[in-house]
């Protein structure tokens, strides 16, 4: 039978050629439209450090003195990060900022030209799972004493060395000679949240140096730099030693006990600071672990105004639904005689019914399918005239088979009313034909 | 095989109360051929679709096959109308999207039969109706009386006890309506139940049994060379 309602379906969108082709018109664009605002909603929602996101933490200090800014600041001072880089209790933590360097190999084809480069401890890439395809990090002991050691990217490594495996070569950042005792595979997380300073949607770095060669090395920061109060800032050393926050730090704290341990070992950090003079805020200095659910939300990568769009374009497909019903009444009670004698002649109530919704999904899948296009053609827009970042834009692979759901549910929906509407008409009242 | 008692059906309009039906009473038996004639507006038409399930009725108590069918489900309606109940309408009312076979599909469809039952069926009820070769045509590449044999196979595919027939020469000329009424009169021969409403009085004269509906009640009487064999039925004069 629903072969045949399909078969009976499709005649039908094709007999009406120009009606068929508004109502896929309407819900294709209102599909498209929804789609597109899913899809940015989607990949920013997205959490990255999937099972791991409640063990990763970001800590946050509040460092600053009374009357400043209300919350924990995102970053921290690099004195309060030298500290927390001696705690024992997490499985792993690192503390980072970006720079940018000047990067040359000695193959004199390959120009020289400024990259960002994460500085950051060896516990970086066993925090966020960055998968290593030759070598490894450098030891924790390079963590302590500096050493001019480097992880470099795949792509890196093509491109200065020729191969993938360029474990022992040497690469020059601003003209100092580094090690290369590690190469990563692609890694790209996105949202970029370990940190998403910069735009939360940019490439990870692929080019990682020791935090210990800070400041040794001078690296200017690539980022944000928060102060609170005036502090003279002309060397680099007045930097590591100000109340200036630069540095993020995160920590992997396997369960509660692990959060609370943690927690009460920096609180007394802090206790010990405020009789130095520091944590000047008595009422609200303190930590907070901001796991990554919540430090996204910090850092205000899902902001609110995409589950606003989210509603608006669903609202949107509300008033498209609103207009293919009307259509769709049109179209079926236009129909009532054939309805009527197909009643006569032995359909039920509800055959009709299924054989009108058939068609009307049916519409629904071409819309869904119109919608889809759409919708692609909508994110390459907005990537191309609104640069706006790559990632949001492509397409998220379960979006097709979500779009065709939604497209089917929504015509469903619409068709509800119709379909009811026609399969309950006396049929008596078509055949008295006079 | 049908009985009806003392059936009422009532048009309610916001104006006008119209009692289509009053106090209704026939008696059909098995194998009759039964026209009915009257004037228009009598509710010979609403006496079909009562009688067909199309359209429930205000009082009374009615029977088909011995089944009181007063107060059954849609989709019990639905499926005496599809196993035992033809229609042929004065407007012939074939889809006219769909070709012949199609059309004959149609009842054949809702019944469940599989295609090669279903071919079958169409096939020997086009042939009942002389229409054989004409299978992919679409109904209005047909003549009207061509359409009207159609919409008899259409009825006849589900192989139906009962034929309903609404004026079904109504729109053909007469060397057309006199084709359609012998191929009714063979299709009883063969064992259907027929109730056909007509206008035409050399066709009511044709028939085994006559009643007339005048101002929705029954005027039963039969032809003459009938009148002893059918005693089944309860006549109120009008
Ligand atoms: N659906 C309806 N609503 C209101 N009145 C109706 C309806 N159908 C028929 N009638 C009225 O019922 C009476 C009988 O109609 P009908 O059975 O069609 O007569 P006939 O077929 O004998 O010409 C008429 O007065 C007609 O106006
Ligand atoms: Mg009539």
Request: hydrophobic share 45%; with cysteine.
């Amino acid at each position: 039978m629903f072969f045949y309602y399909l078969d009976m379906g499709w005649r039908s969108i094709r007999k009406t050629p120009v009606l068929s082709a508004l109502m896929v018109l309407a819900i294709s664009i209102g599909i498209g439209i929804t789609i597109t605002s899913l899809n940015i909603y989607q990949v920013m929602a997205f959490n990255p450090a999937a099972e791991r996101s409640d063990q990763l933490h970001a800590v946050q200090l509040w460092s600053q003195g009374p009357d400043t800014w209300d919350d924990y600041s995102t970053i921290i001072t690099y004195q309060d990060a030298m500290h927390l880089r001696t705690g024992a209790i997490p499985r792993a933590q690192a503390a980072m900022f970006r720079t940018g360097q000047a990067i040359q190999s000695d193959n004199p084809d390959v120009l020289p030209e400024l990259r960002s480069v994460r500085v950051t401890d060896s516990g970086f890439f066993s925090l966020f799972s960055v998968p290593f395809l030759h070598g490894g990090a450098w030891t924790e002991v390079v963590d302590q004493q500096p050493a001019y050691e480097i992880v470099i990217g795949k792509a890196v490594s093509q491109k200065y060395f020729g191969k993938v495996n360029s474990v022992g070569e040497v690469l020059y950042l601003n003209r100092k000679p580094y090690q290369v005792v590690g190469v990563i595979d692609d890694w790209n997380p996105s949202p970029k949240y370990y940190d998403p300073t910069n735009g939360s949607f940019n490439d990870a770095e692929s080019l990682f140096v020791p935090f210990s060669l800070a400041p040794v090395e001078e690296f200017a920061v690539w980022g944000n730099t928060n102060g609170w109060q005036f502090e003279p800032m002309v060397t680099y050393g007045d930097r590591l030693v100000s109340e200036k926050s630069w540095v993020l730090f995160w920590a992997d704290l396997a369960d509660e006990q692990a959060r609370e341990d943690y927690r009460a070992w920096i609180q007394s950090y802090i206790e010990q600071q405020q009789e130095m003079g520091r944590f000047t805020d008595t009422a609200k200095a303190d930590v907070q672990l901001a796991d990554v659910a919540k430090w996204l939300e910090v850092n205000k990568v899902l902001r609110k105004d995409n589950k606003i769009l989210v509603a608006l374009s669903a609202l949107f497909l509300c008033v498209c639904l609103v207009n293919i019903l009307g259509l769709l009444l049109t179209k079926f009670l236009k129909r009532a005689p054939e309805v009527g004698v197909r009643r006569a002649i032995g359909a039920s109530r509800r055959q009709i019914f299924a054989q009108h919704m058939v068609e009307v999904t049916l519409i629904g899948l071409l819309g869904g399918a119109l919608g889809l296009l759409w919708a692609w053609g909508l994110l390459h827009v907005l990537t191309e005239r609104f640069h706006m970042d790559d990632a949001l834009t492509r397409l998220d692979a379960t979006l097709w088979f979500i779009t065709p759901s939604i497209a089917m549910g929504a015509a469903l929906l619409a068709g509800l009313y119709p379909a009811w509407v026609i399969c309950r008409t006396q049929p008596s009242v078509y055949l008295k034909s006079q | 095989m049908l009985s009806m008692k003392n059936i009422s059906k009532v048009y309610q309009s916001e104006l006008v109360e119209t009692h289509a039906l009053r106090e209704f009473n026939l008696q059909v038996s098995e194998g009759e051929f039964v026209v009915v004639t009257g004037p228009s507006g009598s509710g010979k038409t609403t006496f079909l679709n009562v009688a067909g399930l199309l359209e429930g009725f205000s009082q009374g108590e009615y029977l088909l096959d011995g089944v009181d069918v007063s107060s059954v489900s849609d989709n019990e309606s639905a499926r005496i109308r599809n196993e035992k109940i033809g229609f042929i309408f004065q407007g012939f009312n074939l889809i006219p999207d769909l070709n012949l076979a199609e059309n004959i599909e149609v009842p054949l469809r809702y019944r469940g039969f599989d295609s090669k039952e279903r071919k079958r069926r169409v096939e020997q009820a086009l042939e009942q109706v002389g229409l054989a070769s004409r299978l992919k045509h679409l109904p209005p590449q047909l003549s009207g009386g061509q359409q009207q044999r159609v919409a008899i196979a259409r009825a006849l595919a589900g192989e139906p006890r009962f034929l309903l027939a609404d004026e079904p020469t109504g729109n053909l000329d007469s060397l057309m309506a006199r084709q359609v009424m012998e191929l009714l009169e063979n299709i009883n021969q063969a064992g259907t139940t027929i109730i056909m409403v007509t206008h035409d009085p050399e066709l009511a004269r044709r028939a085994q049994r006559n009643v007339q509906i005048v101002d929705g009640q029954v005027c039963d009487f039969t032809s003459y060379q009938k009148s002893r064999s059918t005693t089944s039925t309860t006549a109120e004069p009008a």
